[in-house]
């Protein structure tokens, strides 16, 4: 679907799309914090109705990256250019609502070593190779900090066939599935797994 080169630097990645665009892949600032409010409402309806793992109003976003902790952001953008082009999340441990649910596969959690991913990326910038490359980006750095196992952040729509597939794609496995709004899948990487 696409063919892209990826150069990743210390804290930085960038990637080259196969029409020819750099994209830069950085973590998540609090300085960043109106683009992603710009980032979410420029999205379309149907990616907001795929993705919301929190509120984007300014206020919000500083309340979860600033003073709750245990969450990490990543960011694409042209170099250069102020604008957010993707957008992911990652949280250390488990979502709370959710653990009954990981239990049930006989999962045990460890906040130490498990964490769970919600990614995005912008209408126009979708499926050229963006979402893989920026999970690579966040892959190095959740081994680098020991993280073991990424689960889906409130499963996926199981009518979601393009995250569906770019899950697989990435090595996630299915855990089981629920309903909520319509079927959903729980999956999982086991980051051992792919790097072996
Ligand atoms: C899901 C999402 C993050 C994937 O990122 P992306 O940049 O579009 O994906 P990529 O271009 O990196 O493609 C990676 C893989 O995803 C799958 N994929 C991408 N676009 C696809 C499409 N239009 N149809 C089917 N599968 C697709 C393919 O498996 C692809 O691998 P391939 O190129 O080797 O075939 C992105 O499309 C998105 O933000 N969607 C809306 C929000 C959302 O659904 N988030 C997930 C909520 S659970």
Redesign the pocket.
Known sequence: ??DSKMNLKSDDMTMTTISGREVLFSVFELKDADQLTEYYEHLSEL?RK??GPHQFDKQSIIDLYGKRGGHQGYIAREPGSPTII?YSIIRFGCLEHDLGRLKSYGLNMDVETDSVY????ADA?????????MFLFILEDLKRIGITRVI??G???AD????V??Y??NGFQKLGEFEHNGNNIDMMLEIKQVTA
């Open positions: 679907m696409y990616s795929r993705y993707a919600a990614p995005s990326v910038w979708q499926s050229c190779g963006v979402g893989n490359s889906l952040w499963g996926v729509q979601n066939e393009k995250a597939g770019f697989k794609k």
